[in-house]
């Protein structure tokens, strides 16, 4: 093996990245697209470790938090207030 084969970085295709996964290779070589991980020469794409990696992260589904965070005592404090609304019965 030649020095400049040594050096070489591992290679994958999107092919192989998405049977790994379990995903469609037609939506992975479009989300590395979209988010510009991913090295295409011609009509073919390979994928870098860190290429992958990328994916992974982009993959991720996004936090929803709440505007407001319910509060557990909300019923019970609108029926004490509607108790005392009507002079306590």
């Known amino acids: 093996m030649s020095e400049v084969e040594t050096k ?7 092919e192989d ?10 939506k992975l070589r479009a989300k590395a697209r979209e988010i510009g991980a991913c090295r295409i020469l011609g ?3 390979v994928l870098l470790e860190a290429d992958v ?8 589904p996004a936090v929803i938090m709440p505007a407001v965070k319910p509060d ?3 019923d019970f404090q609108e029926l004490l ?5 009507n ?3």
């Not at 990245?17 to 037609?26: E, I, N, T």
């Not at 990696?53 to 991720?60: C, D, F, G, K, V």
Request: proline share 8%; net charge positive; hydrophobic share 40%.
């Open 17 to 26: 990245v998405a049977k790994k996964f379990g995903w469609s290779p037609r």
């Open 72 to 74: 557990r005592n909300t």
């Open 8 to 14: 070489l970085p591992q290679v994958f295709t999107p």
């Open 87 to 89: 002079g306590g019965r």
């Open 81 to 85: 207030r509607l108790r005392a609304l």
């Open 43 to 45: 009509n073919r794409m």
């Open 53 to 60: 990696a990328q994916i992974l992260e982009a993959s991720r």
